[in-house]
């Protein structure tokens, strides 16, 4: 047993976490910001904040992630981190030539005060940056939120640093998605092409953390939300927030600021999600739903009702962030599976909870932030054993040693493929993520099947 | 592609990647980017290391924590390890350097796959975090019931005051039994992972090692120093060593434990293999105990072979010479099989290596063994001594980011000092070429006119690999896939890829197959498509006509 001390009782603590399911704000603000168009993220701390942040991000997406720091030193630390930015973004521009750097701050910077609006302000007006470039920044200091907050803060940043609202209003909604794989918001823009809608997505890591082998390197993948898209949001009819936990911020600022009305959906995941976001984005810009999506939807739903039997019933239990906790709760309510046990180390708000007993039913155990982390969730699976997990790679130390299948999904993903690619989000995505849950169900079944028992059709 | 490094002048190549820095930074980086040479004596040029990074570089480096928890401790089984911080740097240090470990029993302790955290929130930055860094280590004493405990600092903590070692020691008051210490290992110390890894040899020294006198059964008993067990290359030294008949006390720290640890001073001599990142301890540990040490290497099948021969030498027995000169004879005529074959289609490639603190080192004789040349290499947290060999160590300017790194002083123990080797031994052994407190470096081993680069960075990666087109790079996870949508093989030398051992005489087999796997590979030859090399075709559909 690999987690051979994880003991069945439950103990309360109070300090101490074991196995966390989150981690912390800067990695999400250095995903969102690989989202924008020619921008280079850029870590304000000490040097090893970025290396984690790189490391993780390229093993999950095994592409190139870059990124810079501020190379804080014990000097730095006490005196302060401008002289560092303010040398760094010099280097950046002359080396790596960037529009736009996206600078997020770290425990470090924010513990010691650092005034980033101060500085970068300084950097402007003493011609620090050249003509048409740009720096903005976000907090993300560790102790607070999760990786998800500091996603949701760098979103935030572009549209308070670029929207802009002109007067004009042009025939186009924004599409704000919360942290989830390149991959998904492929997906989502694919919905979107389908239906003919104008957008603009914000961010989209799609076609840069997954990016193609043409024998070149690029430093600024073709992907990514261009400036000129940011600034056109402010004019936008409306923006759709999907995922509230890492998207909400970001449409209400749009509202505020650029007065764009905005909705708030569950991710797209599974066929009920992806039908009111369809729905919204149909009465949004006044469009019909296309054969193909209805295609797309008919296959899924096709495919939930061939396989029910193998589906339904199954206990499952889920660890990771709160977003996509709720598009997997939902997708496993809608194929008659049971969740037991929903675990987040980010804390959602109360709203959260609620959704979840929406989808699942009162019984469903529920626990975000503090020691929620997945030393409690393996002992909520050896109280009570689940067919399924869903989480990211961490959990396969469970898994091995309780011998129960997992089903990858969410931040990080270290050992596969798949979320770089194929999506979870989407009619599409459901059914990928059905056949996922069918292979391994039944790989099992087929596994532990007597002798007489074992079918050849199923 | 073999030669066609050798038409770049690498003068030429170092004038022109400076020609982009402003002038401060080129005069910097100028005195890291070294074209090597060596001359009489084995004088190699002058390097900068250790220094800091300049801001905006796209370094490979991480920080202190890192070198301390992540390198050093990390492997150990089990001392329980609190992270003391706000949540990143525990998580990111969660089993994610491959440090493999072998407990005894399914029962043994084994804390390696939990990752714990005092997750520092906002008001507990505010108002202090020791009150939760107490009632972590009580909570984790209740349910893991370790013997010692490590507690690791992250930046925040050494900002807002915490004593997190005022916290060690009552939390080791009021439960006598566990070992609790704490290591200052902020990120933001020093220039790089390596001022973790001399705060964390400090503190193995001052709080761990020498507190069970009872030695290891067994004859030969020697410690392997900077052996982290990546990829397994621990246990494979293991198999070897046992084959000779030596016995392993301790390693630090790869594959061991707790037990060991603390009584790795009744061992009678300490090699080392990452010199970088441990060569503190070997140094603390004669000076108090009278172990000697030596650098070896069991990188490379050739290294192993002079490795086990120098510590047979040392222990001097007859039997163990002759056990060892077998062992190698056996071992070797496997590694030249499959070397042999290899080398054939290996022969003149080139390969660029970007790693640690000795791997960028160790490595080159193993790609050397099937016939590839270094044709440039560089550490990524290193000092001159692991470049041009500790006979510089007098010259060492200690800079403002070193000095806040206690060098402790170390007095030899009142009872159990005892020199292993009497002066005239080590006078007549050192006449006949024996080397005791030996790293002559990395320039010295390397072809002239090699480029050595210091805390290579990406800009610098992307030059070199427009210039001289190596046939592999080795470097680490971050560098991966920068070189390797060039179509460029690369080879990750801090995790090994998910593969090994590469240590010793199996590795060094393991090693020399992926080499060749990597460099002829079928999939980096489909990157052009056939239609981007043919011209077009008028504008008409075949089936028009």
């Known amino acids: ?458 | 592609m073999a030669d066609q490094h050798t038409a770049v002048d690498q003068e030429a190549f170092k004038e022109e990647t400076l020609a982009k820095y402003p002038a401060k930074l080129a005069k910097k980086r100028g005195k890291q980017i070294i074209v090597n040479k060596v001359e009489g004596d084995d004088q190699v040029p002058e390097i900068l290391a250790n220094t800091r990074t300049t801001p905006g570089i796209l370094t490979m480096r991480g920080c202190s924590y890192a070198g301390c928890k992540g390198v050093v401790l990390g492997p150990t089984r089990d001392v329980l390890q609190i992270t003391h911080g706000p949540i990143g740097c525990g998580f990111y240090s969660w089993l994610t350097r491959r440090n493999q470990t072998r407990p005894a029993t399914p029962e043994s302790v084994n804390f390696m796959p939990y990752a714990m955290s005092t997750d520092l929130q906002e008001d507990e930055i505010i108002f202090g975090g020791e009150k939760k860094l107490k009632a972590a280590v009580e909570e984790a004493i209740a349910l893991f019931h370790p013997k010692a405990i490590g507690i690791f600092s992250t930046c925040p903590v050494g900002l807002i005051g915490d004593d997190v070692h005022a916290v060690a020691r009552e939390m080791e008051e009021k439960h006598p039994g566990i070992n609790v210490f704490a290591f200052s290992c902020e990120g933001y110390k020093g220039v790089s992972q390596s001022a973790g890894h001399h705060v964390a040899n400090n503190k193995v020294f001052t709080d761990v090692v020498g507190l069970d006198d009872t030695p290891k059964e067994g004859k030969f008993r020697f410690n392997i120093l900077g052996e982290y067990n990546i990829g397994g290359d621990a246990f494979e030294i293991e198999r070897i060593a046992e084959k000779c008949g030596l016995t392993i006390h301790s390693t630090f720290s790869g594959n061991s434990t707790y037990e060991e640890f603390i009584s790795a001073h009744t061992a009678d001599l300490n090699v080392i293999m990452c010199h970088r990142s441990i060569n503190y301890l070997a140094e603390m540990m004669e000076k108090k105990f009278g172990i000697p040490w030596f650098k070896i290497n069991f990188i490379g099948a050739d290294s192993s072979a002079k490795s086990l021969r120098k510590i047979a030498a040392f222990f001097g027995d007859s039997d163990l010479i002759a056990q060892t000169e077998k062992v190698i004879e056996e071992e070797m005529a496997k590694v030249n099989a499959v070397r042999e074959e290899i080398k054939a289609r290996c022969q003149g490639k080139t390969v660029a290596l970007f790693v640690g603190g000795s791997r960028a080192h160790h490595y080159q004789e193993l790609f050397a063994e099937i016939g590839m040349k270094t044709i440039a290499a560089g550490y990524e947290f290193a000092h001159r001594d692991d470049y041009e060999g500790r006979k510089v160590l007098p010259d060492i300017v200690v800079d403002a980011d070193s000095r806040n790194i206690e060098e402790l002083k170390v007095e030899s123990d009142a009872t159990r000092y005892r020199p292993r080797k009497s002066e005239a031994e080590i006078a007549k052994m050192e006449a006949s070429g024996f080397s005791f407190r030996d790293y002559e470096g990395m320039m010295k081993d390397m072809g002239e006119k090699a480029l050595v680069i210091d805390d290579m960075n990406h800009y610098e990666m992307e030059r070199l690999l427009d210039a001289y087109h190596p046939d592999i790079i080795c470097a680490g996870i971050k560098e991966k896939y920068v070189v390797q949508k060039r179509g460029i093989p690369m080879k990750q030398l801090h995790s090994y890829d998910y593969m090994g051992p590469f240590a010793g005489f199996e590795g060094a087999i393991n090693f020399y197959k992926e080499i060749d796997r990597l460099v002829h590979s079928s999939v980096f030859k489909m990157t052009k498509a056939p239609w981007e090399s043919s011209p077009e075709l008028s504008a008409s559909y075949g089936w028009n006509d």
Do not use: W
């Open chain 1, 1 to 458: 047993m690999l987690l051979r001390h994880t003991p069945k009782e439950v103990a309360e603590r109070s300090a101490l976490t074991i196995n966390p399911a989150k981690t912390c704000q800067p990695v999400g603000a250095m995903y969102a910001a690989l989202g924008v168009h020619k921008c280079l993220p850029h870590s304000h701390g000490s040097q090893g904040c970025c290396a984690y942040h790189r490391s993780a991000l390229t093993r999950h997406y095994k592409d190139p992630i870059m990124a810079t720091t501020s190379s804080f030193t014990e000097g730095a630390s006490v005196f302060g981190g401008q002289a560092n930015i303010l040398e760094a973004i010099q280097n950046i521009f002359n080396l790596y030539d960037p529009d736009i750097i996206a600078v997020h701050t770290t425990c470090l910077s924010e513990v010691i005060g650092d005034d980033l609006t101060q500085i970068l302000n300084k950097a402007a007006v003493d011609g620090k940056i050249p003509a048409n470039k740009k720096v903005i920044h976000a907090n993300t200091p560790s102790f607070k939120g999760s990786h998800v907050t500091g996603y949701s803060s760098m979103v935030s940043s572009f549209v308070q640093h670029f929207s802009e609202n002109t007067g004009k209003k042009l025939k186009q909604i924004n599409l704000v998605p919360s942290f989830i794989e390149p991959s998904d918001m492929s997906e989502i823009k694919h919905l979107a092409d389908s239906m003919g809608v104008k957008y603009v997505m914000l961010p989209d890591t799609s076609d840069v953390v997954n990016g193609p082998m043409d024998g070149k390197f690029r430093m600024y993948p073709k992907g990514g939300t261009t400036l000129d898209q940011i600034r056109s949001m402010g004019d936008s009819m409306r923006s759709i927030a999907l995922g509230r936990v890492g998207s909400l911020a970001a449409a209400k600022l749009l509202d505020t600021k650029c007065k764009v009305p905005y909705d708030v959906f569950d991710l797209p995941i599974g066929l009920k999600a992806t039908d009111d976001f369809v729905d919204a984005m149909r009465k949004a810009a006044g469009v019909s739903v296309p054969e193909s999506l209805m295609l797309e939807r008919g296959q899924y739903l096709d495919v939930m009702i061939d396989m029910n039997q193998y589906a339904s019933g199954k206990k499952v239990s889920l660890v990771g962030d709160p977003d996509i906790l709720i598009g997997m709760a939902a997708f496993c309510a809608e194929n008659d599976m049971k969740v037991l046990h929903v675990v987040s180390g980010t804390a959602p708000g109360p709203k959260f909870e609620r959704r979840i007993k929406e989808l699942c039913g009162d019984g469903v155990v529920v626990k975000t932030g503090p020691q929620a982390d997945m030393f409690y969730f393996h002992q909520l699976i050896k109280s009570e054993r689940p067919d399924l997990v869903f989480g990211n790679t961490y959990c396969k130390y469970i898994c091995r040693d309780e011998d129960i299948p997992l089903i990858r999904v969410g931040f990080p993903i270290y050992d596969r493929i798949g979320h770089s690619y194929f999506p979870v989000t989407g009619y599409r995505g459901g059914l990928r993520l059905l056949e996922r849950v069918l292979d391994a169900v039944m790989d099992r079944q087929d596994r532990d099947a007597l002798e007489e028992k074992f079918e050849l059709v199923m």
